[in-house]
Structure formats: C-alpha cells, structure tokens
C-alpha cells in the first residue's frame, strides 16, 4: 500500500520545515492557500515526491474539489496533520464579532471535519492510518486574555481529536494532537511585538519555541513508534507547567 501524507497548512514555517526532515518513503501531499512559491521550491530542490495543491480553507467548494482531486489523482492518504489556522491575533471579547469565530471556524475546525470524514471511513476499511492536530498550549491551562475566538477552537478541535481516537480505536488508526508553546513564526505578525517578547522572557528557557522544537514530535506520531499511542494530547512547552 502507498505511504501517502497529507499536511493542510503545509506551506506555512511549520509545514516547510516538516516536509524537508521528512524521511520516509513517501508521497507528500502538500496543501497551501496562497505561498505557492515556497512549495514549489521546495519540491524542485528536493528530491521527495512533493504535490502542492491549492484550496482555500474557508471555502466549502475549494475542500471539497480538494478532497476529490485526492481521492482521483493520488489515492487515500493514510496520514494526515492538520496545521492550518487564521493567524493569532489579540481581540477583546467584547470587540470579537461572530465572523472572528466563523472564520476560525471553517478554516480549522470545518476543514479538519470534511477532510476526516472523507478519508477516515476508507482507511478504517484498510485498518490503518496516522491522524496529528495542531492545538495550542492555551488547552493546557488558563489561556492568555484577549484570545476567546482562538482558544475556543482549538478547544473544540481537542474534543474531535478525543472522539476520533475513540471511535476509531479498534481500526488500527492513531489520532493525537500536540500542543505546543508560542512559536516563532510569521503567524505570530498579528500580535504585539512586545508580548511576544515578554512571552519570552517569562519562558524557562528564555525563549519561544522554533519550529525544529516541533518537527520531532509529530515525525514519531506518524511513524510506527506511536502505533500504540491514541487520543493524547502532548504538550511541547519547554518546561512551562501550565
């Protein structure tokens, strides 16, 4: 059977870093909305089977193109990390308005769902197949203020993520998430400077999480080492205690 994987958000810092150190035998499925350059270069200096393959999150129609666009073209990816988001950015709840919530809504949550439920129901007919959610380490504990649109979806993506898992745990298919600290990436540009840094400094190690941070994490949870680890949920905080 074909070692398909499947990254939404892939062109994002986290997603390119992933696709360069990974190093299994495999066919890369590699969704962006709008940094196509970067893919692409990516897939030309390197000697992976790279696909990039464009769909706007927020649009019902571009998902479901997406997913049938897969299923003709490639076949089932049998594993599938979801790392895209809207970008982070400080609101008071007051001044968040119902589109706030929708937006993150349909780009993280309603993705995940059409994605999954397309493609789980056949791998689970193979009894087999590989699921990683990016959370937020804002589940872990008391979150920051002013971040009520973000912190609940990703709340509600923590309660698929625990439903899959448990639905599917007698078809041989792993569903987990990580949970990692701020990151240093573009998607912190909507947030303040300053509290990026203080974030920082009140860290343990004196600073936020890079993207190498992470990669190690979610190699070994679509890798056979996590073929009886399910429903978890890891922190990747450096230290922090939340």
Not at 7 to 27: F, P, R, T, V, Y
Not at 30 to 47: G, M, V
Not at 102 to 127: C, G, Q, W, Y
């Amino acid at each position: 059977m074909n070692n398909i994987i499947f990254i939404i958000g892939a062109s994002s810092d986290l997603g390119l870093n992933l696709i360069k150190n990974i190093d299994e035998e495999c066919i890369i499925l590699a969704h962006y909305n709008s940094n196509k350059d970067a893919l692409e270069n990516l897939a030309s200096n390197s000697k992976k089977k790279i696909i990039p393959l464009k769909a706007d999150l927020s649009c019902e129609d571009d998902i479901n193109t997406l997913i049938q666009t897969i299923k003709n073209d490639y076949g089932i990816p049998n594993k599938i990390i979801q790392l895209a988001a809207a970008r982070v950015e400080n609101i008071r709840f007051k001044d968040v308005s119902w589109e706030d919530f929708e937006k993150d809504i349909n780009i993280t949550l309603k993705s995940s769902v059409l994605f999954l439920s397309a493609f789980l129901p056949l791998l689970a007919k193979e009894k087999r197949g590989k699921v990683v959610i990016m959370l937020s380490s804002y589940v872990l504990g008391v979150p920051p203020k002013y971040l009520a649109h973000y912190t609940t979806i990703k709340y509600a993506m923590l309660g698929l993520v625990k439903s899959l898992a448990s639905e599917y745990d007698n078809k041989n298919i792993q569903v987990n998430a990580i949970s990692p600290s701020m990151i240093d990436t573009k998607f912190l540009s909507n947030i303040n400077e300053k509290f990026v840094e203080l974030n920082a400094y009140n860290h343990p190690l004196k600073r936020n999480a890079s993207v190498e941070d992470i990669i190690p994490t979610i190699k070994m949870l679509i890798s056979d080492e996590s073929n009886y680890v399910s429903g978890i949920n890891i922190p990747i905080t450096g230290g922090s205690i939340f």
